[in-house]
């Protein structure tokens, strides 16, 4: 008689050398009361755990039932380290997380899952890969490529080297479009925040009781969902002290189709003909095939403008220069995350389609107007200006993105204030031209931009050359006498008592854990890390509205 499959196989890699380290006790012990109402061969519930204290081995846990083993003790069992260096360094390039899921699919048995949960746990920095699953003894974290390739060997661990079902990040910033793409053949769920996460991290205890309990079987899909409520409406209590979150549901297995990327943005001659040719709105496509592709797709006519030969010709210097204004404007009215450096592609995309239809609007109408009191005015020549043809074409682009929501987003929750407008899933957008140039040999080694999805890079690389602000000579006013020399020698005295050589001063007390740096949190916190939104916003939001509708009635108590 044959072994029945079981249903999950739950492996959460923790990453605590660090300041998470005592959290994540706090969701181990999690992990073991709630694998403990499984029946014994429905789940297997696996972790591994890197802790901060010096004196403590990686350890490595099981939590499932089984005959002979008991989950009394938190220490299941213990994978012991070299006594070398060489081991710790292995862990910080990613070789422990292979060993953990190759331990772990070892430790289930000859009894294959159905499905497989992955979950690395620990601290994130988007696609930057500076801290990413950082440790600190010794210090470093693993690159976006370095993960893949760790990813794609863990996964030919798996039985007939299938896919993971949920691949999850309890990290910070880690829900970019870019990630999404990044790891779309190592799973078919993404489950990830695009802000910040509290450093408690996920709630474990309630997904893994719901599945242990679940008659039939959760689907993927169904246990993604229970994630993302379990943690938003046990985050929602702290939203009135400020604390605000947010998680989602990405369909990875959407961006596996291949669709051609968009074509390269081809420079405008100079002529009115010409230009409207390339302006089209009849050539944008409504349906480019997943998110990707509509991403890439409005790269194309964002970046259009600000091409070097375009920025020579007047007409599309113009529009260059008041599309500028408008991106502006939905760039700060849009929700941003990771310190302003990453925006919500929906949210964006919604508020640049409403300005463009507003313009579009209030020209049309001025036009109408003005040709009831003036003769011989012909207002298709005016509407047919190339400035309007392209509006038309961006807010065109633009639905095309947000028509790919309902395929890649298949569920999110929020909770507070700060990230009240997030919408499933973002991409890197910095302010500044030192933010993209600090990024820009990151980006470049993304598999979106090596495999040809590379309009969104010129369009962020263009962009943020071209707003910079420009250095005027000042007639009008009497300028300020003031140098940089001078602000160099301008002491200032903080409230430790030392004295700083000036604005310009690198190092000293705002360095990374110095004597300032609680100051600095609180500036950061009131005045610059929350944006003109409502703040007495203090409840959840989920989509779609029914997405923690789990029927109760189909969790039923286990046998005993």
């Not at 994130?124 to 010794?138: I, Q, S, V």
């Not at 993927?220 to 969902?225: E, G, I, K, M, T």
């Not at 929700?335 to 463009?356: G, K, N, P, R, S």
Request: include cysteine; charged fraction near 25%.
């Amino acid at each position: 008689m044959s072994i029945p499959p079981k249903e999950w196989t739950i492996m959460v890699y923790m990453a605590g050398d660090n300041n998470l380290s005592e959290d994540m006790i706090t969701a181990l012990k999690a992990m073991r009361i709630a694998a403990a109402a499984a029946p014994k061969g429905k789940i297997d519930v696996f972790a591994c755990f890197d802790s901060v204290y010096p004196g403590v081995d990686t350890s490595y846990y099981d939590f499932t039932v089984r005959p002979t083993v008991q989950p009394q003790l938190i220490r299941s069992y213990i994978a012991g380290k070299d006594k070398d260096d060489e081991s710790q360094l292995e862990i910080n390039r990613g070789n422990s997380i292979l060993n953990f899921v190759e331990w772990a699919i070892d430790r289930s048995g000859d009894t294959a899952s159905e499905n497989y949960m992955l979950v690395l746990s620990g601290h994130g920095d988007a696609f930057r890969g500076k801290t990413l699953l950082y440790d600190e003894n010794p210090p470093g974290g693993l690159s976006l490529e370095s993960l893949g390739a760790v990813l794609r060997s863990a996964r030919r661990c798996l039985p007939d080297e299938k896919r993971f079902a949920i691949l999850g990040f309890d990290n910070c910033a880690m829900n970019l479009a870019e990630i999404g793409y990044e790891f779309r053949h190592i799973a078919d769920l993404l489950i990830a925040s695009e802000g910040f996460i509290p450093q408690s991290g996920w709630e474990y205890g309630e997904p893994i009781r719901s599945m242990a309990m679940a008659k039939p079987a959760l689907t993927p899909a169904q246990l993604a969902r229970e994630f993302v409520c379990s943690f938003i409406n046990y985050q929602q209590e702290y939203s009135t002290a400020g604390r605000s979150v947010d998680l989602s549901v990405c369909d990875l297995s959407s961006l596996r189709i291949g669709y051609p990327p968009q074509r390269p943005v081809v420079d405008a001659k100079c002529e009115w003909e010409l230009i409207k040719e390339q302006l089209d709105p009849s050539k944008v496509d409504a349906k480019p095939g997943n998110l990707i592709a509509a991403i890439d797709q409005l790269g194309y006519y964002l970046s259009w403008p600000y091409s070097k030969k375009n920025l020579e010709c007047e007409v599309t210097k113009a529009i260059a220069f008041y599309f500028q204004k408008i991106v502006i404007y939905a760039h700060w009215s849009s929700q941003t995350y990771f310190y302003e450096q990453t925006v919500d592609i929906f949210d964006f995309c919604d508020v640049l389609a409403e300005q463009c239809d507003d313009y579009i609007h209030y020209f049309s109408t001025f036009l109408s107007e003005t040709a009831e009191n003036t003769e011989n005015i012909d207002r298709s020549i005016i509407l047919d200006h190339p400035f309007f043809l392209f509006l038309k074409c961006v807010k065109k682009a633009c639905c095309a993105v947000l028509d790919a929501r309902a395929i890649y987003v298949l569920g999110m929750g929020v909770s507070g204030p700060q990230f009240q407008f997030s919408m499933g899933t973002s991409v890197f957008f910095p302010w500044t031209r030192l933010s993209f140039m600090t990024s820009e040999e990151t980006y470049l080694n993304t598999a979106m931009y090596k495999e040809g999805y590379e309009n969104w890079f010129m369009f962020i690389d263009r962009f943020s050359k071209y707003s910079a602000r420009k250095q005027k000579v000042r007639t009008a006013c009497k300028p300020v006498e003031l140098s940089v020399a001078s602000l160099r020698e301008e002491s200032v005295t903080l409230s430790d008592g030392h004295k700083t050589g000036g604005p310009f001063r690198t190092g000293g007390p705002f360095r990374t854990g110095g004597p300032f740096r609680g100051e600095l949190d609180v500036l950061r916190q009131y005045f610059s890390m929350y944006k003109n939104y409502k703040h007495d916003f203090h409840d959840t939001v989920f989509w779609p509205a029914d997405l923690c509708g789990l029927s109760k009635e189909k969790l039923e108590e286990p046998e005993v």
